[in-house]
């Protein structure tokens, strides 16, 4: 949890500061809850709403530094997938993944999902997370993060490629390791 | 026609904005026709699932 308040308000202790807020704020009502999972979930929820009111009383106050090196890279490796008519090489074109929701019921494949996400560079992780965990809605992501609406788009594909060809190859291994 | 390189992009703006028709429907005769982004098309879905899922057990704590 602190690691990704940290990741997406971009500040230790600030992040730590809401992990602090949000466990408090459960704790005050515990008596409505019942079962670790149940607080968990709830401690959670909490979470995800004070770091969305951080970033908005922020406004576009929020750093965005350049597009780093490791996005370059990240569409390198995209583009490799791709032959000169932008088709899908033969052994890289996407294939079924097996059963993806008995995936969900492993702790290993919970371990890889959290590795691909290390893995992404940190805004574009960041833009994913506001995106697919918090919920906000693209013009909202832009704003705050004083990015052009199709530079998100982008961005939110380049983590979505990243995620889908390493959960694939680092979990369900349904394509070649060489893509 | 669209190739699997803008298609995937198409593919990801529809999880995140409204597509026009006209995209909608050079995504949809594209589909018709490529395997490898149908395939695309599910697991980006997928990666939705999976992150609600992430979140709704703690980010750190798994069943």
């Known amino acids: ?74 569409d390198d490796t995209f583009d490799t997938l791709f032959n ?9 074109r996407p294939r079924p993944w097996g059963d993806p929701h008995a995936a969900l019921e492993q702790q290993q494949f919970w371990q890889v999902f959290e590795t691909c996400l290390d893995v992404l560079p940190a805004r574009t992780a960041r833009v994913f997370m506001m995106r697919e965990f918090l919920g906000l809605e693209t013009d909202e992501i832009c704003a705050t993060l004083a990015l052009t609406a199709s530079h998100c788009h982008v961005i939110l594909h380049r983590a979505r490629a990243g995620l889908r060809l390493c959960l694939t190859q680092g979990w369900f291994g349904t394509e070649p390791a060489a893509c | 026609m669209l190739t699997c390189k803008k298609a995937t992009r198409l593919l990801s703006a529809g999880l995140d904005r409204p597509l026009t028709p006209g995209e909608r429907f050079s995504l949809r005769l594209h589909l018709v026709f490529c395997r490898g982004c149908r395939a695309f098309r599910s697991q980006i879905g997928l990666l939705r699932e999976i992150s609600q899922s992430f979140v709704r057990w703690g980010g750190d704590d798994k069943p």
Request: charged share 30%.
């Open chain 1, 84 to 92: 000169a008519n932008e088709h899908w090489q033969p052994d890289c």
């Open chain 1, 1 to 74: 949890m602190v690691k990704f308040a940290r990741l997406q308000l971009q500040d230790d202790a600030e992040g730590e500061d809401v992990v602090q807020e949000a466990i408090e704020a459960a704790l005050g009502g515990i008596d409505r809850f019942a079962g670790r999972a149940a607080l968990k979930t709830w401690v959670f929820t909490i979470l995800r709403h004070k770091i969305v009111d951080v970033l908005r009383t922020r406004g576009r106050t929020v750093q965005v530094s350049s597009l780093g090196r490791d996005d370059a890279d990240m």
